[in-house]
Every structure is written in C-alpha cells, then in structure tokens.
C-alpha cells in the first residue's frame, strides 16, 4: 500500500467529526482543569485521542487546526506553534499503532516519547522565533540555565522537556483511561482497535 | 452564533475588509519571508511594522490592534530583555552596571531584534483576523475548490464552542456538589482529574456520530459544486498582487538560502 493510500485511509466522514469535537475540546478542556490548580493544561489531550482513534495523519490535522484557530480568536503566539500541536498528534497516532496505549504504565512511555517529539520541533521555533523566551512562567527555567553557564540551547530544550514532561505524560494516561471507558458501540467504529481486552 | 464574541473580528467597510482572504493570507507570508530572510537587518521588519500600522489605522482597527499587540508583546518583553541583557551567552559590551549587575549591549540587541520580527508577523496576522469574517475565507475555501471537509474543520469548532463551553460549566458545578475540593492536597487533586476530563470527552464523543450521519444525510461527501449564498469578491489586479506577492517570498527564500550556503562553502 503507498503512502498516500494509507494516509487517506485514515479519514472518513466520522473522522472529520471526530476531528473537530477533538479541537474544541482542545480549546475548552484548559479551563476546566484549571479549577484544580495542578501544573497541567492538558491542551492536547484531543489531538492525542484523534492520534489514537484514528490514526496519526488524523491526529496531526487534529493539531495543527487546533492552534491555528486559536490564534485567530484568542493568543497569536499559539499559530506560530501549531506544528509543534501537528507533531504530537502525529507522534500519538504512531505510538499507539505500537500498542503503547493499552495499558496505563505503557501510557506513560508513549507520554514520554511525544514529549520528545514535541521537543524536537518546539525547541527550533521557540530558538529561532522568540530567541527562546516565550513570556510564560517556564521562562525562569531558561533562565536559570543561562544562569548556570549553559548556552541558549541547551537551555531551551531543557525549559521545553521539563515544562511539558508532566503534562504530556498525564494527557497521555488519561486518554488511556477515557479509551477503555469508551462504549464498544464507538470503540469498534476505530478499524484498528488499540484496546486489547 | 455570535462571531463578534468568539473571534477577533471587527465589523467594517474598509479597503482591507473587501480584500480577498487569499490576498491578506499571501501578506502575512511575505511578511514572515521578510522579516526572516530579507538583507538589510532590522529596517524591513521596521519597514513592514510601521505599513502594517498605518493600514490599520486606515481601516479602523488601530485601537484593538494596538491593545492586542501591547497584550501579547509586554510579557514577551519584560521576560525578554532582562534576561537576554543579562545572560545572553553572547555578552560582552557592558552597557550599565546597578551594584553588581551588568546589562550588556549584545543580549539587548538580540531581545530587541526578536521583538521587532514577532511585533511585524503578529501585526499582519492580526490585520488578517481583524478584517475577514470566518465565514469570507471559508467561502474563499469552497470557491477556490477546496474540499468540503476543509471548511467544515475550519468552521465548525467555532460553532460548537459555546454549547462546549456551557458544559463545562456544569461539569465543573457538578463535580463540585459532590464534592469535589479544590483546595485539597495534591493526591485527591490529581485524583480528581479524571472525573472531571472523563465525562466532557465522553459527552462529546456520543455526538459525533449523531454529527457524521446529519452530514451524510445533506450529502457532505457529495462532489458536485454547490451555489453559496456568499460571494467573496476577487478582481484580476488582486490575482497578479497575490501571485507578485508569492514570487517575492520565493525569491527571498531563495536568496536566504544561498547566501546561507555560500557563507559555508567560503
């Protein structure tokens, strides 16, 4: 099967439903959350389960369109990093095909590695396009990195994994969590079913 | 639907307002080809940064622009040029010394660089969002022969969004009759995380099959042209703008590339 075949293969109808549920719920799940004043915004948590349910390509439009509306009604910034939100849907949807979200622990390495991916392209945009400040409290990480003697790199990858760690792996065991929960009727209108048992 | 409320727009007549969606989206690339490729330092982002306020003011969306600029721009700045003027590894010229703290000219010229590119890129995108209604470049979109599904994600997350956001509300007060406690320690508070995400996301999955079938139904994936009760005006001279506009960006593109290579290989 060709590469295109295969991306296609991920959309249907349903799909682009699921898609846009999955970016207001992007927009709106922040403010629920915030009610328990914990270090999670959780602002990916519907693009990670597009990437899961179906598929990474699926995921990754997820993303990508979250960020851009946003940046059309509320924070400009957020546009400038919508393909950082396109990578982690993406990343979602390959971690799953590995079957990384069948169970919480295995939740948490998928966690882990978005959080990479998210690394690798948040850290060139928030370098070169902000020269690494973002105007946001993970700016004193940076800080005290440069502080210590680091360069501007280092310390911004080191502001980036560690602002994102907790929250990314926390997104990612709670969309394992909402799978299970999911009534069969749903889960079996996802063709490749990740929840085994 | 209240458009007004949910984006940025701002109803208008204006020269800008009546421009083509395609032809503001080709600005807001120049721009960032300019600022980021263009010789020349920082005068064409000052260059485009003030053309881009004196559109504004022409067509009367200064006020909110220059609010929403100041909004996003001054925490950038009061994070920015402290800590680049102080720690920037770069730094070497000092420029003034309080006790024994040293500001240093090469981290302030570096804030101040970044600052000018993102207030020109921010300001052209924000002329965009100010001017054009959702619904002129979605129908920009489908005339421009666009699948359907383009516009359906581009438009309808904005629609659903206050329904979405009304349940939220009451997730939040129902959690909260039953006692949910915000002010508890941070095992219960994480602990409370999933019954508070859980029935959003599943409340909102049960419709989305609801969703696909009424669209089914009104012939979504059907292929043929369909009228639209918007026209979004488009002229020949806005054509050439746009194709001008897209041959400058490549163009700049290409020159930043090669003296890039060029600076190598020497």
């Known amino acids: 099967m060709s590469f295109f075949e295969r991306v ?54 997820a993303g990508l369109l979250t960020n851009l509306i946003w940046g059309m009604f509320t924070s400009p910034v957020a546009a400038a990093f919508a393909p950082v939100a396109m990578v982690i849907g993406i990343a979602a949807g390959y971690t799953a095909r590995y079957n990384l979200f069948r169970h919480w622990w295995l939740a948490i390495i998928a966690g882990i590695i978005i959080t ?19 105007g946001s409290g993970a700016d004193f990480v940076t800080a005290y990195m440069l502080a210590l003697g680091k360069d501007l790199f280092g310390s911004v990858v080191v502001t980036v994994f560690t602002s994102n760690i907790v929250d ?17 009727r749903l ?3 996802f063709t490749p079913c990740p929840v085994a048992g | 639907m209240q458009p007004a409320r949910l984006t940025l727009y701002v109803e208008g007549t204006s020269w800008l307002h009546s421009r083509h969606p395609f032809s503001k989206l080709a600005y807001i690339l120049l721009t960032g080809v300019v600022v980021y490729c263009a010789p020349g330092g920082w005068i064409p982002d000052a260059a485009i940064l003030t053309l881009n306020i004196i559109l504004a003011a022409h067509c009367r969306v200064l006020l909110p622009l ?38 240093y000219a090469e981290g302030l010229h570096f804030a101040a660089t970044i600052l000018l590119q993102l207030a ?18 979605i129908t920009a979109l489908t005339q ?63 419709e989305v099959e609801q969703r696909a079938i009424a669209l089914e139904l009104r012939g979504f994936s ?37 003296k890039h290579y060029l600076e190598d290989f020497i």
């Open chain 1, 8 to 61: 296609k293969q991920d959309f249907y109808t349903f799909t682009w439903v699921l898609i846009a549920v999955a970016i207001v719920l992007n927009i709106v799940v922040g403010q629920l959350v915030s009610l328990l004043k914990l270090p999670v915004f959780l602002d990916s948590i519907g693009t990670v389960l597009v990437g899961v349910l179906a598929g990474p390509w699926a995921g990754g439009l």
């Open chain 1, 116 to 134: 990479v991916f998210n690394a690798v392209v948040a850290v060139p945009i928030r370098l070169y396009m902000f020269g690494g400040i973002t």
């Open chain 1, 168 to 184: 990314k792996v926390v997104t990612a065991v709670l969309v394992c969590g909402i799978i299970k929960a999911l009534p069969a």
């Open chain 1, 187 to 189: 889960q079996a209108r």
């Open chain 2, 66 to 103: 220059w609010k929403l600029s100041w909004r996003t721009l001054l925490p950038l700045s009061i994070f920015m040029l402290p800590i680049h003027g102080l720690l920037f590894p770069h730094n070497h010229t000092p420029v003034c010394t309080v006790f024994t703290v040293t500001l």
């Open chain 2, 120 to 137: 020109a890129i921010l300001t052209a995108s924000l002329l965009f969002v100010y001017t054009t209604h959702p619904a002129g470049y």
């Open chain 2, 144 to 206: 421009a022969g666009w699948p359907p599904f383009v516009s359906y994600l581009l438009g309808s997350p904005l629609l659903m969004l206050p329904a979405m956001r009304a349940r939220t509300a009451t997730i939040q007060a129902a959690q909260r009759a039953r006692g949910l406690d915000s002010e508890a320690g941070i095992t219960s508070r994480i602990r409370a995380l999933a019954p508070l995400v859980t029935p959003l996301v599943l409340g909102a999955f049960a």
């Open chain 2, 222 to 258: 059907s292929t043929t042209l369909r009228t639209s009760l918007r026209e979004v005006q488009d002229s020949s001279q806005e054509r050439l703008a746009r194709r001008l506009m897209l041959v400058t960006s490549t163009g700049l593109i290409l020159y930043a590339l090669t």
